[in-house]
Nanobody, 125 residues
């Protein structure tokens, strides 16, 4: 059964760093959009970063641009999110997501078809 599994969340102080990982099991999401979303308490889920698994372009929300880096190791079937200079407002549950790439579209704001279960990130001031 196809699934996405996140890990790497935790509690850090402001200014700290974390690296999230997302392993795809049961399938190989090639030719997919993949990305990270987050949901803070009382807020809607928002896109954080995304990429096309067969390309080099990456996309970021303005709130994390310059601090977060999304990457993928196709050999390990793993998606990463390196988060630097974390701020209290980055506190949220972070979800990994994927969807087949659609022709004539972009992975900048894709609609996920597969979700992970989420991992908590807490940043204290």
């Amino acid at each position: 059964q196809a699934s996405l599994m996140e890990s790497g969340g935790g509690s850090v102080q402001a200014g700290g760093s974390l690296r999230l990982s997302c392993v795809a099991s049961g399938y190989n999401p090639s030719n997919h959009c993949m990305g990270w979303f987050r949901q803070a308490p009382g807020k809607e889920r928002e896109g954080v970063a995304s990429l096309y698994t067969e390309g080099i372009r990456t996309y970021y929300a303005d709130s994390v641009k310059g601090r977060f880096i999304i990457s993928r190791d196709n050999a390990k079937n793993t998606l990463y999110l390196r988060m630097n200079d974390l701020k209290p407002e980055d506190t949220a549950i972070y979800f990994c997501a994927a969807a087949p790439f659609l022709p004539d579209s972009s992975c900048r704001a894709f609609h996920p078809r597969q979700w992970g279960q989420g991992t908590q990130v807490t940043v204290s001031s």
